[in-house]
């Protein structure tokens, strides 16, 4: 059987973290004039008000590894071509409305929801804004922990 590709997606630590790194920057400086501010406020010593800050740096420093590690072994995988892959007609496709912002649907026994507002590199195109799953349809998925990499239909 033969597939178009409609759909592939970057995988690379790069994306990862370029991605938490600005949050991390945004929310880091953020999170980092509301606690001098609130120190200020608070006539806090420079001595506490930096030992929150060192937590506020670790546990951003945490999420960046986490993420990098994460990044890093989509990118093995994809590689070594041993990322999980599902075919077959999709079915039980329910589109984003009344409430529900995402769409849904299952491939054989293997199920997936696809939001917008997704903060990874797989695919999130719902259907209402011009997305390619629809009910029936015969694809070949490539995926990990939910988030598809490559839609291919069949011809």
């Not at 939001?115 to 694809?139: P, R, T, W």
């Amino acid at each position: 059987m033969n597939f178009k590709v409609l759909f592939e997606g970057v995988i690379s630590n790069a994306e990862s973290l370029r991605f938490i790194l600005t949050w991390s920057i945004v929310v880091g400086l953020g999170g980092f004039a509301i606690l001098f501010l609130h120190a200020h406020q608070q006539k806090w010593s420079l001595k506490k008000t930096g030992w929150i800050a060192g937590t506020l740096n670790a546990i951003i420093a945490v999420v960046i590894l986490f993420a990098w590690r994460d990044g890093r072994r989509l990118q093995e995988l994809k590689e070594l071509g041993t990322l999980p892959t599902v075919e077959g007609p999709v079915s039980q496709f329910r589109q984003a409305g009344n409430g529900q912002k995402f769409d849904s649907f299952c491939v054989i026994d293997t199920c997936f929801q696809i939001s917008e507002f997704d903060s990874n590199n797989g695919y999130k195109v719902l259907a209402s804004k011009g997305g390619v799953i629809h009910e029936g349809q015969y694809v070949r998925l490539t995926y990990d922990k939910g988030v598809i990499f490559k839609i291919e239909e069949a011809q």
